[in-house]
């Protein structure tokens, strides 16, 4: 059981009877004794309100959120003052979340400075009590986020020998309303809703089991005011981020020019731009040709959560020998890392690329303030009468290790080359697309849109060039990009269209990829030059190729043992008409690559129609029969075949 404690906090200059004089109140409804606290006197000034768990069990999530009781939050600060040891992985946010198996009084404290400057502090307790005695539930995890915001909350069943779960049922307990949707009973997925004010949102799960046994848990979720954007502005909404370094040369501008709600622009003389003299590329810092170090990278990254940040660094120290991505980060001014971005994407508004925190979390615990909310665009290609899959392979193997998301899975910082590092070389493409290794010297008193907006306009990009000498020609293929990466209404005939149909379509275009028919900006060609880079550099750097298949229409539910291929191929990018247009992208953005290179990809191969995704797994010489015995029982099928589909999983 879980019982949230409402308490007013002062704001600075009465932080000395912080405790007495703004004092919290346990719940009239506690089942356990709460700890005896003085009733809530709210003064004058309160500036800060705080809401936390006054009693929880053990092994379940207790939290505490801290709001501006007017105006906005600049910075919070969470620590723990006594009581069993806890992890604080939120503990730049405005709501921190923690779990321990440990009994005893966990006493918080938090630091906020608001708006105007002025700061506030007082601490919290929160009881931990006895694990629950049989089965029992926990939502995972409470957090902040901001209006207009796509975000979930799971909830874990814990069950005594022989027990299952009957049902599920969610009820929003506290907060503007919102619409819940709970198709997956495990899984809680809503829209945050607009509000005037920072708002909590409480949510309850009452789990039935099999043996009769009930079972609730409660979960907080703020949600931070923030001014509407009109048209012109660069983004319709922010998430909290931070600077990782805090004290690196430009924490102080990082939120300011690359992920502040209040970015726009209208034309040359109407934007809030940052001139690049305030936030140059990365390359400036390090100078003419060098490679940026790892920490002057660091000091470029803003993230929601410290630990993105940390394995962030530590993927750069490990995961980067050559120093590809370094070479490529030296093409950005800032890197934000957050929770709730989704999709990822570059943009030359700011000169930054904006990473989905899905890509770098490492433990189950860290997985847990990760959105499980999908991609907008999975639905476009509902209305199609086929479906499209891919997957990375080595060795006539999958390359990655499925880690279900219903699990309590983990993952080694080796793993994140096939996460994050498909994603860097991919937005990092898109970078450098905008800003070439050769051309990185900036007009400091302009931004840096409008340093590179000139080439923007006469078509003088790399992937402008690669539109000119080698085209996408595929009408059909066009027409789709527009429906499944666009959102445009399908027509009559491409919904009629067949996976033999989109593969003979597709096959005989030049592209790499049916991403590649994306729209970027003002141009397809974007897509089709960062999927070309991402699919070699993942080739040549960690020996993984690439498949892509059209299938008969996939069933969620269904296996992929039992989706059959119209067309498909393995290592697309090495055919003799995709060879040179590598090559070309190679010169223009990654020039310390040997051409040469594109030469050595392994042949592409084929696969075979009318078999299934399943038995597709293995080409070439081998046997199928030894892939089901490799692959077989081991594999949940279900969440592969999810996991598999051609969704529209990359950058804007």
């Known amino acids: 059981m879980t019982v949230k404690r409402t308490l007013q906090l002062c704001a600075a200059g009465a932080l000395v009877a912080a405790l007495v004089g703004c004092g919290g109140g346990g719940s009239p409804d506690v089942a356990q004794a ?25 092994g379940k999530t207790a939290a505490a959120t801290v709001l ?22 939120d503990a730049r946010s405005p709501t921190v979340a923690f779990e321990t198996a440990t009994p005893g009084v966990v006493r918080l404290k938090a630091d906020a400075i608001l708006a105007d400057g002025s700061s506030a502090s007082a601490t919290t307790d929160i009881m931990v009590g006895a694990a629950p005695a049989g089965s029992f539930i926990t939502l995972r995890a409470d957090h902040s986020v901001r209006p207009d915001t796509d975000t979930s909350i799971r909830a874990w069943p814990t069950l005594a020998s022989g027990d299952t779960v009957t049902s599920i049922a969610w009820t929003q307990l506290d907060g503007p309303l919102v619409t819940m949707n709970t198709d997956d009973r495990q899984l809680l997925m809503f829209k945050s809703p607009k509000v005037s004010v920072d708002a909590v949102l409480r949510f309850r799960a009452l789990m039935t089991t099999s043996s009769g046994r009930q079972d609730s848990d409660t979960v907080m979720v703020s949600v931070e ?6 048209n012109g502005y660069i983004f319709a909404s922010t998430a909290r981020v931070h600077p990782y370094r805090q004290a690196s ?93 989704r999709p990822s994407f570059y943009t030359p508004a700011t000169g930054a690329i904006y990473l989905d925190a899905n890509n770098l979390w490492l433990s189950a615990e860290q997985r847990d303030v990760v959105t499980e909310v999908p991609d907008y665009r999975l639905a476009y290609a509902d209305p199609l009468n086929y479906s499209g899959f891919g997957r990375l392979v080595r060795n006539n193997a999958y390359a990655r290790r499925s880690v279900p998301v219903g699990t309590r899975g983990a993952r080694s910082i080796d793993e994140l080359v096939l996460e994050l590092g498909r994603l860097l070389y991919h937005e990092l493409g898109h970078a450098s697309d905008y800003f070439e290794p050769s051309d ?6 302009k931004s840096i849109w409008m340093n590179v907006s000139p080439l923007v306009g ?11 000498q080698y085209p996408l020609t595929s009408t059909e293929m066009k027409g789709l990009g527009q429906v499944l990466f666009e959102g445009a209404t399908a027509n009559a005939v491409q919904r009629a269209y067949l996976a033999t149909d989109v593969g003979r379509f597709f096959a ?71 060879k040179p247009r590598i090559k070309l992208v190679l010169a223009r953005i990654a020039p310390w690559i040997d051409p040469a290179e594109v030469d050595k990809l392994p042949a592409p191969i084929l696969m075979t129609p009318g078999a299934s995704w399943d038995d597709n797994l293995v080409l070439g010489t081998l046997a199928r029969q030894s892939m089901r015995q490799q692959d077989g029982a081991s594999v949940d099928r279900v969440q592969r075949a999810r996991e598999d589909l051609r969704k529209p999983l990359h950058a804007r």
């Open 508 to 578: 005989a275009d030049v592209a790499s990829d049916d991403y590649a028919y994306a729209i970027n900006g003002d141009s397809s060609s974007r897509e089709d030059l960062a999927m070309l880079y991402e699919e070699f550099m993942m080739s040549y750097r960690h020996g993984v190729q690439y498949d892509i298949a059209f299938t008969d229409k996939y069933v969620d539910g269904n296996s992929s043992g039992k989706v059959i291929v119209g067309w498909g191929e393995r290592g697309r990018i090495a055919e003799p008409r995709i």
């Open 249 to 341: 040369a430009y924490a102080g501008v990082l939120v300011k020019c690359a992920y502040d709600v209040s970015l726009y622009f209208l034309d040359s003389t109407r934007n809030s731009l940052c001139p690049a003299n305030t936030l140059p590329l990365l390359q400036t810092e390090a100078g003419p040709g060098a490679i940026p170090s790892v920490a002057q990278v660091m000091g470029r990254v803003l993230v929601s959560q410290d630990f993105l940040g940390a394995n962030f660094e530590q993927f750069l120290l490990t995961q980067d020998p050559q120093g590809d991505f370094r070479r490529l980060l030296a093409g950005t001014a800032a890197v934000v890392i957050g929770s709730h971005v």
């Open 68 to 89: 501006a009781a007017s105006g906005s939050l600049a910075d919070i600060s969470w620590s723990q003052v006594s009581g069993p040891a806890v992890t604080l992985l």
């Open 34 to 58: 709460p700890l005896p606290v003085p009733p809530v006197v709210p003064p004058a000034s309160s500036a800060l309100q705080l809401t936390s768990d006054s009693n929880v069990d053990a």
């Open 458 to 468: 006469f078509k003088g990009l790399p992937s402008d060039a690669l539109a000119r």
């Open 440 to 445: 990185r010297v900036l007009d400091g008193s």
């Open 225 to 230: 005011h923030q001014a509407a954007t009109p």
